[in-house]
Structure formats: C-alpha cells, structure tokens
C-alpha cells in the first residue's frame, strides 16, 4: 500500500504549517515556497485541509493560514483522510462500491473493517509533531 501523491503533500504542507505555529500566519504562496511543491497544488490541499478543519484560513491585513489545533493534536491519520477519505485498504467496505466480482461469495470481505482499524489506529498514533522535529 503506498499513500497518493496528494495524501503525501497534505503531510508536506501541514508540517510546513506547523514550523510556523504560534509564529505568524503564512499564505498557500508562502507554504508553496517553502515545501517545493506548486502554488495549484497546495491551493487545492489548503481547502481540503481547511475544510476537514485542520487549518484555518483569514482573510485581510494580518490574515493567511495556520494549524486549527496545536501540532501534536494532529495525527497522520487525520491528514491523510482530510485528502483521501476514510482510511481503508479494500473499496468492497464502503458504502455503494460494491462492484466486486466475487462479493456474493467473498469470505475475506467481514475481516477488512479489522485491517483497516488497525492501520488507521497505526497513523493516529503519529502526531503531526513527529514531522517537524529534525530526523
């Protein structure tokens, strides 16, 4: 399993944001500077990371972006399903995408809510503060 492109960006973007926090706010220009990756680009995950709640967004003198909550109340988990949804290795789980061949017969289909709990459970215990300390 391997996390998009964007889900990996939305990590970028958010620990960028975070070596700002308590500092002032910084702008979607600001971030794409910062991390390398394009102006479009991090326009798109700031709204989705906005909308998800996990950063806030001011407009006027003084206003930009910064976290919506302190760093080490963010997890990974939250990042990644601000971007691409609920966490979940198989689409048979969800609601309406069960267009799986095998769904009348499927045996394994019970046990993947199980896997998926426990890997979302994994990248919740990563908070965002573990990204923006030096390696």
């Known amino acids: ?16 944001a975070a070596r700002h926090c308590g500092g002032v706010r910084v702008n979607a220009g600001q971030l794409a500077e910062e991390t390398g990756l394009p102006a479009p680009t991090v326009q798109k ?4 990371l ?7 967004s001011s407009r006027g ?14 997890t990974i988990a939250d990042i990644v399903e601000a971007v691409e949804g609920p966490i979940a ?18 045996t394994v289909r019970p046990h993947w809510p199980q896997v998926n709990a426990a ?12 990204f923006v300390e030096e390696a």
Request: aromatic share 2%; charged share 15%.
């Open 1 to 16: 399993m391997r996390l998009s492109s964007m889900a990996d960006y939305a990590v970028v973007i958010m620990s960028a």
């Open 45 to 48: 995950l700031v709204s989705k």
């Open 50 to 56: 906005t909308a998800a709640g996990l950063m806030r």
């Open 61 to 74: 003198a003084g206003g930009g972006l910064k976290l919506a909550r302190p760093p080490a109340a963010i």
């Open 89 to 106: 290795l198989t689409a048979c789980i969800e609601e309406g995408k069960h267009d799986c061949t095998l769904e009348g017969q499927c």
């Open 119 to 130: 890997l979302r459970g994994a990248l919740a215990q990563v908070p965002l503060t573990q």
